[in-house]
Antibody
Framework: EVQLVESGGGLVQPGGSLRLSCAAS????????MDWVRQAPGKGLEWVGR??????????EYAASVKGRFTISRDDSKNSLYLQMNSLKTEDTAVYYC????????????????????????WGKGTTVTVSS | EIVLTQSPGTLSLSPGERATLSCRAS???????LAWYQQKPGQAPRLLIY???SRATGIPDRFSGSGSGTDFTLTISRLEPEDFAVYYC??????????FGQGTKLEIK
């Protein structure tokens, strides 16, 4: 079964740090781009950031609201995605979801090549982060 | 950054009726990189539609998506009790940032 399970949420004071983890199972984690999306209480969804795969140099991109404070990383050997959150603000209070971007493959010139669809097809259940004094 | 505006904010309908949800982008969405998600209280979002009009695996055919450029629509042909939820559109692609609409709440009338 394809699954994403987030952990590491909790209560932290403003200015503090927290590291979230996302454990993947049931698929070839290393092939996929992975994202973090958050949802503040009673609000809509906000994209936080993305990491590409090894074939694309593990490059990362972030929303302006978290750039310079949050860092996304991954450990393909452990099928895990991480979100290091520093200098936390009260407005970072949210449920944090990890999500997988779909990848497919096409055959050409004797080899299989990845095709990146870019949409998020699998989501975890989320972990709650509360930033409060 | 592309801003997505969903309308209406709340839609009140009865089971068996047809629902039409709108998503308008502030600039053209390239390659129809537009998705729709359903979210129920306390649950993660669930992918319904990608590429503006392709249904995700396991999604009933009463859900359909259409549109291109800046105007997109999610249609639910005959509402079932389990369809009452919040629906989000999202633009995605190779170059972030990715943005979501503010959501449309579909409630039972």
């Amino acid at each position: 079964e394809v699954q994403l399970v987030e952990s590491g949420g909790g209560l932290v004071q403003p200015g503090g740090s927290l590291r979230l983890s996302c454990a993947a199972s049931g698929f070839t984690f290393s092939d996929h781009y992975m994202d973090w999306v958050r949802q503040a209480p009673g609000k809509g969804l906000e994209w936080v950031g993305r990491t590409r795969n090894k074939a694309n140099s593990y490059t990362t991109e972030y929303a302006a609201s978290v750039k310079g404070r949050f860092t996304i990383s991954r450990d393909d050997s452990k099928n895990s995605l991480y979100l290091q959150m520093n200098s936390l603000k009260t407005e970072d209070t949210a449920v944090y979801y990890c999500a997988r971007e779909r990848v497919g493959y096409y055959y050409g010139s004797g080899s299989y090549y990845p095709y990146y669809y870019y949409y998020m097809d699998v989501w975890g259940k989320g972990t709650t982060v509360t930033v409060s004094s | 950054e592309i801003v997505l505006t969903q309308s209406p904010g709340t839609l009140s309908l009865s089971p068996g009726e047809r629902a039409t949800l709108s998503c308008r982008a502030s600039q053209s969405v390239s390659s129809s990189y537009l998705a729709w998600y359903q979210q129920k209280p306390g649950q993660a979002p669930r992918l319904l539609i990608y590429g503006a009009s392709s249904r995700a695996t396991g999604i009933p055919d009463r859900f359909s998506g259409s549109g291109s450029g800046t105007d997109f629509t999610l249609t639910i042909s005959r509402l079932e009790p389990e369809d009452f939820a919040v629906y989000y559109c999202q633009q995605y692609g190779s170059s972030p940032p990715f943005t979501f609409g503010q959501g449309t709440k579909l409630e039972i009338k």
